[in-house]
């Protein structure tokens, strides 16, 4: 029985942290551009495909997607979820569905009806509106990454005191 995490030890799960840090601030500054696309609506599109191609890309790195949590042990699986749901997040080793997404972006609700509604005012409405939408990215990115990173010492930690 073993652990199969794609992070072996705590330095790399500091370092996967660091990384999926950088991806998600990266991202954030994508979604604040996509506020000055004159599209109704388009922001919002982009940032849910955003969302969508980044949690499960943090999942990954931290060895939490739903085939690397299916490889783990019975135990550190039921573990895995247990402290998945502790931590508040519903998005560690399960598939991320339009749904889901939707559903966080949606939580964000006076943030999102902000950002719709300045983003038509010129200049300081779109600034506002762009740092509205970098800021909701970087806060359910970086909330995520956290969860991850957690669960993922937990394992680690669990794994190394159990196969000691």
């Known amino acids: ?4 995490l794609a992070v072996a030890t705590l330095d790399e799960i500091e370092q996967a942290r660091n990384d999926c840090r950088t991806m998600v601030t990266r991202r954030a500054l994508v979604s604040g551009a996509a506020v000055l696309v004159p599209l109704p609506g388009g922001d919002l599109v982009a940032d849910v495909g955003m969302l969508m191609q980044l949690l499960p890309r943090i999942n990954e ?3 939490l997607s739903p085939e690397q949590v299916e490889e783990l042990s019975p ?6 979820f247990d402290l998945a749901k502790r931590l508040g997040s519903r998005l560690i080793g399960k598939a991320v569905t339009t749904n889901l997404v ?6 964000m609700g006076a943030r999102v009806g902000v950002k719709t509604v300045a983003r038509f005012v010129p200049l300081v409405g779109q600034a506002a509106a762009a740092a509205i939408s970098i800021s909701m990215m970087r806060y359910i990115g970086n909330q995520h990454v956290e969860a991850c990173y957690q669960l993922a010492c937990q394992l680690i930690t ?5 196969f000691a």
Do not use: E, H, P, Y
Not at 75 to 80: E, H, S, V
Not at 158 to 162: A, F, I, L, Q, V
């Open 1 to 4: 029985m073993s652990l199969n």
């Open 61 to 63: 790195r931290f060895g």
């Open 75 to 80: 135990q550190l699986k039921i573990m895995a």
């Open 102 to 107: 939707t559903s966080l972006v949606t939580k």
């Open 158 to 162: 669990k794994r190394d005191n159990t």
